[in-house]
């Protein structure tokens, strides 16, 4: 049996692991065994390396096994420590983080094949060689467009990485930004054709160069409310890399593995933005929650304060609570205390349901993993198309750290950015508590009518601590 042939054979192994485990992980349920499916599809695909034909047919071999083992080290070594030690409210800022240096893996591939042929052309300028010579032609256009996509991806899951983590103003807007990003697209597309007409030196650096810049400035106008979406496109964006770059390297895994996460990003993409029911374009050109449309407009009445002594009492005695969660929970760490809560509930008898929007958090699913981590039963959390016929029947509406996804705006103001978005019903439940740090406008600076509303009582506080009053508020009775 040929090396090649065990290399080949477990890069289809590897690839059928990783479309499995990401079968698995389109469910709370079995997320679990599909982390685990692909984390055993990566580990095959990473060790068959080591004896793969092209690696050792190189010279300094020695050289090339020591590299390789230092970069898994070190790679290993400090996604093990993340892994271990990341908070969750700093989940998606690990996910935007992961996710760019997948499309800069990609992009670092395609540079070293564009510079690969490069010195091929620069060794022999007489032969008058250009790189559709001496690189196939469909594999050097999957090679500069998985550059490409690649470095958007990279610097683009940067910037979104700093402004979830803080480390960059959510409303940082380049002046005449659209202009811009406009000409950049422009000259590093026109620099990708210079690439491959020529493949000089030159041309391939400043295609780099702009492809980076580029990633940087589309995701800079991004709002905090688009975040969720924007990092579903990134994660589109770099498996479509990876994909084009196992085209270029003849490596199944990365050609299945990337085409597959491509898919099922850009399908997440699509189903996020219409979830906001607002197109791509819209998502990634209006700037929202980041300039004057995102401030505060005027809202009539004033927000009416509750104790936690009283919210508890009416829960205690209701018949359906909903409880509604956003970022402010996760913030708060309180999703533990919260399901404490819900048990209190049920022993009165109180039937109690979860409502999740699809944009809820900052990462697509990220209320449904802090549910999950928390202990939270599956059937107990539903999804907006399935809680919002509830809401009439909902005697109280619990929101802890929701904003945008429970305004009423999106149906009722025209002038609103957010109108038109499918919201959580939230506004016909008979009475609605909802839990606030304190009276800003949040995440996106856009101002909530509900929190006005003659059925909304405001429970002021931090959200695990004012779940610990309701905790032992319910204790007591």
């Not at 970022?327 to 509930?345: P, R, S």
């Not at 929007?357 to 202990?375: F, I, K």
């Not at 149906?411 to 609605?432: C, F, H, Q, W």
């Amino acid at each position: 049996m040929s090396t090649n042939f065990i290399v080949q054979i477990s890069y289809l192994a590897a690839a059928a692991l990783f479309i499995f485990g990401l079968k698995g992980m389109s469910s709370p349920r079995t997320a679990r065994r599909g982390i685990v499916w692909a984390g055993i599809g990566m580990l095959i695909a990473t060790l068959v390396t080591f004896i793969h034909p092209d690696l050792l047919a190189l010279d300094g071999i020695a050289i090339n096994y020591v590299l390789i083992v230092l970069a898994l080290v070190i790679g290993a070594a400090w996604a093990w420590r993340a892994g271990k030690t990341v908070a969750m409210t700093d989940m998606p800022q690990m996910v935007a983080l992961f996710n760019g240096m997948g499309g800069g893996a990609a992009a670092a591939i395609a540079a070293i094949e564009l510079l690969r042929a490069q010195t091929t052309i620069a060794a022999d300028p007489a032969a008058g060689l250009v790189i559709g010579q001496v690189m196939r032609i469909d594999v050097a256009i999957l090679g500069i467009l998985g550059a490409l996509i690649g470095s958007v991806a990279f610097t683009g899951s940067l910037i979104a990485w700093a402004k979830l983590d803080g480390r960059m103003r959510r409303n940082r807007v380049v002046p005449a930004q659209q202009l811009i990003n406009l000409a950049l697209f422009v000259a590093t597309i026109l620099c990708g054709i210079w690439v491959f007409f020529t493949g000089e030196l030159l041309p391939i650096l400043l295609f780099f160069a702009l492809a980076l810049v580029l990633g940087a400035f589309i995701a800079i106008p991004i709002g905090g409310a688009d975040m969720p979406v924007v990092i579903s496109l990134f994660n589109a964006l770099t498996g479509l890399a990876v994909g084009f770059e196992g085209y270029v390297l003849g490596n199944p895994a990365m050609i299945i593995a990337g085409t597959v996460v491509g898919a099922a990003g850009s399908l997440l993409t699509h189903l996020m933005a219409k979830a906001m029911n607002r197109p791509l374009t819209n998502v990634l050109f209006s700037g929202f929650g980041t300039g004057p449309a995102a401030a505060a407009g005027a809202t009539e009445g004033e927000q009416k304060e509750i104790q936690a002594e009283d919210a508890g009492i009416m829960m205690a005695y209701a018949e359906q609570v909903v409880i509604v969660p956003g970022y402010g929970m996760a913030v708060a760490q309180a999703q533990h205390k919260i399901w404490e809560l819900v048990q209190l509930l049920q022993a009165r008898g109180v039937r109690v349901k979860f409502a999740i929007h699809p944009v809820a958090g900052r990462m697509p699913g990220h209320m449904n993993v802090l549910l999950a981590e928390a202990g939270v039963p599956y059937d107990l959390i539903f999804d907006m198309d399935e809680i919002n016929p509830e809401f009439p029947k909902t005697t109280v509406a619990l929101v802890i750290g929701a904003n945008d996804v429970v305004n009423p705006s999106a149906r009722t103001d025209a002038s609103s950015p957010i109108y038109g978005m499918p919201i959580l019903d939230v506004d016909k439940a008979e009475n609605i508590i909802v839990v606030k740090r304190g009276k800003g406008t949040g995440f996106s600076g856009l101002e909530n009518p509900l929190f006005y509303h003659d059925k909304t009582r405001m429970l002021y506080g931090d959200g695990q601590e004012v779940a610990n009053q309701l905790v032992q508020v319910l204790k007591e009775l």
